[in-house]
């Protein structure tokens, strides 16, 4: 950490350095509270508490697969299945259960041994075969795409039991979603496990550099599948979410998951390099794309101009945070 | 070594997977009498993710087998997945494999004109059904005219809102004929009341999360709404104004059995619908006039269908209660063929 | 000798090709329908568009990055080719400068958000590529117009069974292939997509090398718009959607890598004809297309992990 080249830099202190320091400690923050702000003068009603939970609703699906994306992206990994995954999970509730009430326990533990299964799938991918992680689970999603086509055949059957209806719909005393309970409890238990336990340390260290945390005696490759393996398992449960929220098995959906994903994820402060970023960044990523969108359709932009302004906030968001290139 | 050994595999793999696959998709029916000709048929599915279109193709399906199987050669299905290019390169493999006649849905007004041209002046006959196109040159084209049907809508909704309120307009994928044509119908109505705000139209690309949310956005946004036009999965429409424990409106509707079950449950408590739609038998409308041309008798080329209507106090005449949400109600198949096809209801 | 060490470096390229063969001669077999000069010719047809857009990917590949609007720009094209061209004064050959001017402003923003930002290129193209469906969108919002019916006669004229489509794909593959391998450019952008900080201290200009991957691949996304809509007869803002993958997945069957630094752009004509064809096989051999989808899904899949196995 003290090498001479810190040293300078801390010797320098002009205030540029000082509001880049801040902003990408706390940027994230300043973004979301003048997102909340702007739209909330432009059109109050977004900010109304009703619509506020609504968003926090819609976001616990892809807030669920964020925590597993960024835990990929840390170290280095990455996975573009998931919106395939969570289309396949919820014809596998509704084909597992056909809407029975009695096979919900089944339906869950089996759902979530597949999702650990399609996550260590990519896992060996990424990590045994060594391929190209954006590769390997673009190859996994078409797979996935395949198997969801061959095992419907087109016609999906069943439906969604009512205990996982709820996960999906149901809300705490009427009005707090237990989809975002679900969502939110996990955050907090995957930001603890980054942040104060050893497992945590064991991430960054494999992020930032692989080959020393390997020569100081962490076992890299298997830590990355553990990894794979539990992104699989928080994939399966946004799918359980997603499939409450449907309470009917489709072929389509979740296109725009593995990207949008990705992008909360990189909003959020985790770069592509690894070792850098924090769970609780994706989440505020993830609650900003999805206000986003509400808020362009409540201000009633047409979808052309939908489309365009999100791509360029997107950029604009993710430019705020990584900055310009230096060529040093 | 190794490695040719692994591409050998991969070979073996590969060409059992297609054979095990071809195999599994034999359809050459029963021959009766010799002197009757038989002819090779060809259908395009213009996508297999659908349950409606994949509806289309079971009616079509049956009734070939019903009616038509002693004149039946061949059946060769092709499946379009929503891309037109592969619509294209679908339309000339089947007639590399020599059909006499192919049923096709459009999946681009303008992008098969000359292809089918080509086609009808070689001898092939080719039947445009359910989906509109441009040109004319097809043997026969049958479908419902989405102008007039979203014009239908338009006046219903107007009927329904006494000429006063604010509608929103829900729709398919923006930049498929489908749905500029329906917008177009229900818009040239809603022109001619000034006392009817239309809100900027909403695309959900007919995904069901995405309808939901998009209209849970809509209903958050404009509390004034009074009425929803649309072309789109009601079930999903349905359902955010029920999480939303919202008042119920005039919505337009879809024969879809989980559609159809709300409505019921829903029409005296202030949800007023109406079904105003393109059945999925049309796809057995198109299979009739492609026989009659087949055996040389008179036809209409073109076979435009008013729009199926289900009123409030029909909802029990098509409504399916034993049968999964997923079946459309406006279907010529019996109820045992459907439970093959979609399963039964866990009791 | 030679032979051995000339098979070793191209091992990627000589496997898809084998495969392709023996593919093609057992289908040839059993179902007589694929070989007829009708269906063979169809078959070049079909390869066309995806060949052409293939070999910008390629070569965005080979450079470190990932061009996500490939598919937006093309049918940007399409609706660009079918509109423009029959306003007063502009005709084909203005209508053809257009279309590369427009694609090529893309590459260049694409290369140069890519130069000066730390934005990811699968961020930055991604962006992108919403952002021009949303003005494609906004300037037609409808499939429609008319493409000169001209270009449909030359681009789709067949001598024999060959159309003019295939030579106008070996043409801009045999330029590419040269262009790749021996000239400087060509070196540099393997150079830069296998070592990027060694580059620069090499004397690469990394960000012209950069940006000229990118408008290359934008300009031949705007060549596979005109060749597709030619055939097509009309613009259409969504037609191009499907090809993002499908380009991704000829690159990768034809033996280029994700990591940049290696790659043949012979091996992605391969990649696509493979692509291409299995469509067409599979209807041939009338496979139920709910099976079609697993080949398909396979096929990617599959061309990875033989393309790992090959590297150790």
């Keep these: ?95 597992i259960s056909l809407g029975d009430p009695k096979k919900t326990f089944i339906t869950i533990l089996i759902v979530l041994a597949v999702g650990a299964i399609i996550g260590l799938f990519n896992g060996v991918i990424a990590v045994k075969l060594k391929i190209e992680p954006l590769l390997g689970s673009l190859g996994v999603m078409t797979l996935l795409q395949g198997i969801s086509f061959l095992y419907t055949k087109g016609f999906a059957k069943g439906s969604t039991p009512p205990f996982i209806r709820a996960m999906g719909i149901g809300r705490f005393f009427n009005f707090l979603p237990i989809s975002v309970v679900i969502w939110i409890f996990l955050a907090i238990v995957f930001s603890l496990l980054l942040s104060r336990t050893i497992f945590g340390r064991y991430v960054y260290a494999i992020g930032s550099n692989p080959k020393a945390a390997g020569i100081a005696g962490i076992k890299v490759d298997r830590t990355r599948l553990l990894i794979y393996a539990v992104s699989g398992v928080l994939t399966a449960i946004a799918g359980l979410i997603w499939s409450g929220f449907l309470g009917t098995p489709t072929l389509t959906g979740g296109q725009y998951l593995p990207l949008d994903s990705v992008a909360a994820v990189i909003i959020g402060g985790t770069t592509f390099a690894g070792g850098k970023g924090r769970i609780i960044g994706s989440m505020i990523g993830a609650v900003i794309i999805v206000y986003l969108s509400n808020f362009l359709t409540i201000i009633g932009l047409g979808i052309e101009w939908k489309i365009i302004a999100q791509g360029l906030i997107i950029l604009l968001l993710v430019f705020i945070y990584v900055g310009r290139k230096s060529y040093k | 070594m190794k490695k040719i050994l692994i591409g050998f595999l991969v070979i073996v793999v590969a060409v059992s997977i297609v054979l095990i696959g071809a195999g599994c998709n034999g359809q050459a029916a029963e021959t009766t009498t010799a002197s009757q000709e038989k002819f090779t048929i060809g259908y395009d599915i213009y996508y297999e993710g659908n349950v409606w279109s994949l509806q289309m193709v079971e009616e079509f399906k049956y009734h070939l087998q019903q009616e038509y199987s002693d004149m039946v050669k061949e059946v060769f299905y092709t499946s379009s997945g929503y891309d037109v290019t592969k619509q ?63 014009q239908v809508k338009g006046e219903w909704m107007v009927e329904q809102l006494n000429e006063k309120g604010q509608v929103v307009p829900m729709n398919g994928i923006a930049g498929t004929q489908t749905c500029i044509d329906i917008a177009n119908g229900w818009n040239s109505v809603f022109e001619k009341y000034p006392d009817i705000e239309v809100l900027p139209e909403v695309f959900t690309d007919w995904d069901y999360a995405k309808t939901k949310i998009e209209m849970t956005n809509v209903l958050q946004a404009y509390p004034d709404l009074s009425g929803v036009v649309s072309y789109d999965d009601p079930g999903a429409i349905a359902e955010a104004f029920m999480e939303a424990n919202h008042a119920w409106m005039p919505i337009t509707w879809e024969d879809e059995n989980r559609a159809m079950r709300i409505w019921k449950e829903n029409k005296d408590k202030g949800l007023k619908a109406i079904v105003q739609t393109k059945p999925a038998w049309i796809s057995y409308d198109a299979l009739k006039v492609g026989m009659a041309v087949l055996k040389g008798e008179p036809y209409e080329k073109m076979n435009i269908i ?42 | 000798m030679k032979i051995k060490e000339i098979s070793e470096r191209y091992r990627a390229v000589i496997s898809i090709y084998a495969f392709l063969i023996i593919f093609v001669l057992i289908f040839s077999i059993f179902f007589p329908v694929f070989r007829t000069p009708l269906n063979i010719s169809n078959i070049l047809i079909q390869i066309t568009p995806l060949a052409l857009v293939a070999i910008g990917q390629t070569i965005v590949l080979i450079g470190g990055g990932i061009d996500l609007t490939v598919g937006v720009v093309i049918s940007l094209t399409t609706v660009i080719t079918a509109n423009a061209m029959g306003l007063p004064f502009v005709g084909i050959l203005v209508g053809l400068i257009l279309v590369f001017v427009i694609s090529g402003s893309i590459g260049f923003i694409n290369g140069f958000l890519c130069n000066e930002t730390n934005i990811p290129p699968i961020i930055i193209t991604l962006a992108m590529a919403s952002i021009i469906k949303g003005l494609n969108l906004l300037y037609r919002n409808e499939p429609g117009g008319q493409v000169p019916k001209i270009l ?78 030619s055939r097509v007869g009309s613009g259409s803002p969504l037609i191009g959607d499907n090809y993002l993958l499908d380009s991704i997945t000829a690159v990768i069957v034809g033996g280029t890598g994700f990591s940049g630094g290696s790659g043949f752009i012979l091996g992605t004509l391969g990649g696509a004809t493979l692509v291409a064809l299995m469509s067409n096989a599979l209807n041939i051999s009338n496979v139920s297309p709910f099976y079609q989808y697993i080949v398909k899904g396979s096929l990617l899949l599959i061309a990875m992990i033989l393309n790992s196995i090959r590297k150790k």
Excluded: W
Excluded at chain 1, 19 to 40: D, T
Excluded at chain 2, 315 to 343: A, F, H, M, S
Excluded at chain 3, 178 to 186: E, Q
């Design chain 1, 1 to 95: 950490m003290n090498s001479i080249y810190n040293k300078t830099e801390i010797k320098r202190n002009n205030t540029k350095g000082v509001f880049v320091k801040i902003f990408s400690s706390y940027g994230i923050y300043i973004v979301i509270f003048l997102l909340v702000l702007i739209s909330g003068i432009v059109s109050p009603k977004t900010v109304d508490p009703k619509n506020l939970i609504e968003i926090l609703k819609n976001t616990s699906v892809i807030g669920i697969i964020c925590i597993g994306q960024t835990l990929l992206i840390l170290t280095r990994g990455i996975d573009l299945s998931v919106g395939a995954q969570v289309v396949f999970i919820n014809i596998l509730v509704a084909g």
């Design chain 3, 152 to 229: 449909n006669k030359i681009i789709y004229f067949k001598m024999g069974i060959i159309p003019i489509s295939i030579l106008i794909v070996l043409l801009f593959y045999g330029i590419f292939a040269y262009f790749m391998s021996r000239s400087k450019l060509g070196q540099y952008i393997y150079a830069v997509g296998n070592d990027e900080k060694y580059s620069r201290m090499a004397g690469i200009n990394i960000k012209k090398v950069r940006l000229s991957t990118y408008i290359i691949c934008a300009l031949m996304a705007g060549v596979t718009g005109i060749v597709l809509s």
């Design chain 2, 88 to 150: 294209l390169n679908n339309f000339d493999d089947l007639v590399a494999k020599g059909c006499d006649i192919i049923f096709i849905q459009p999946l681009d007004p303008t992008a098969l004109v000359d292809k089918i041209k080509e086609a009808t002046d070689a001898g092939i006959y080719v039947i445009v059904f359910a989906i509109g196109m441009e040109g004319e040159d097809f043997t026969a084209y049958v479908n419902c005219d989405e102008v007039q049907m979203g």
């Design chain 2, 306 to 347: 008013p729009a199926t209507v289900i009123t409030e106090d029909e909802i029990d005449k098509y409504y399916k209660p034993d049968l999964p949400d997923q079946v459309y109600c406006l279907t010529t198949l019996p109820n045992d063929v459907l439970e093959e096809l979609v399963g039964k209801v866990a009791q």
